[in-house]
């Protein structure tokens, strides 16, 4: 059983930056694909980022395209998901995510999340 514990949320005037952080402990990290979503409360769940286990390669939701970054350390069990040029739109509940086999964009599919971290920028 896997265990996803993210942190980093805060407040952020818009056009600053953020680094939120996912800390997995109970299985094989470097096994999983790690992913990042995120919602606004009465809206759909938001397909932010992914990083592929098999490859390395990295996916990003439209929305957050050149700025945002994921990555990954499989030393510290941790991905990361750098938010640069931050606007009021990227207010939202953020959560990680992680899978053996599926990298896609529906949070559903993950096995394991976490509970989520609070972002909040400020126009």
């Known amino acids: 059983q896997v265990q996803l514990v993210e942190s980093g949320g805060g407040l952020v005037r818009a056009g600053g930056s953020l680094r939120l952080s996912c800390a997995a402990s109970?299985?094989?990290?470097?096994?999983?694909?790690m992913a990042w979503f995120r919602q606004v409360p009465g809206k759909e769940r938001e397909f932010v980022a992914v990083?592929?286990?098999?490859?390395?390669?990295?996916y990003y939701g439209d929305s957050v395209k050149g700025r945002f970054t994921i990555s990954r350390d499989n030393a510290t069990n941790t991905v990361d998901l750098q938010m640069n040029s931050l606007r009021p739109e990227d207010t939202a509940v953020y959560y990680c995510?992680?899978?053996?086999?599926?990298?896609?964009?529906?949070?559903?599919?993950?096995?394991?999340r976490g509970q989520g971290t609070q972002v909040t920028v400020s126009s």
């Open positions: 995510a992680a899978d053996r086999s599926y990298f896609g964009n529906y949070l559903g599919n993950y096995n394991y």
């Open positions: 990083t592929r286990v098999s490859d390395g390669r990295t």
């Open positions: 109970g299985g094989t990290f470097s096994r999983y694909n």
